[in-house]
């Protein structure tokens, strides 16, 4: 049974960090993709990183510089590590797998964590 457990949210001050991260049982991450979405309340969801089977990475315009995705393969884990937190960066963020970054339709989905950011 494959279960991507998100975890690592919290309340934290503009400005601040938090570390997401997203482990996987059932599964292992070895030749997918990996990415990060997140859905602030009355907005779509939007994707906003992504770790390639090939070790390149994707990551939206807005959180450019502030957010670094990473794997731990001997933990099948991946984290998203948020820097320079704002408070548009709120809310759940989600994990999902898929073949490619492009996740037309992604093969799993794990439960949220929210991010909460105070200004």
């Known amino acids: 049974d494959v279960q991507l457990q998100a975890s690592g949210g919290g309340l934290v001050q503009a400005g601040g960090s938090l570390r997401l991260s997203c482990a996987a049982s059932g599964f292992t991450f070895d030749g997918y993709a990996i990415g990060w979405f997140r859905q602030a309340p009355g907005k779509e969801r939007e994707k906003v990183s992504c770790?390639?089977?090939?070790?390149?990475?994707y990551y939206v315009d807005s959180v450019k510089g502030r957010f670094t995705i990473t794997g731990d393969n001997t933990e099948n884990t991946v984290h998203l590590q948020m820097s320079s937190l704002k408070s548009e960066d709120t809310a759940v963020y989600y994990c999902?797998?898929?073949?490619?970054?492009?996740?037309?339709?992604?093969?799993?989905w794990g439960k949220g964590t929210l991010v909460t950011v105070s200004s």
């Open positions: 999902a797998v898929d073949h490619s970054c492009g996740f037309p339709e992604a093969l799993y």
């Open positions: 770790l390639n089977y090939d070790g390149r990475t």
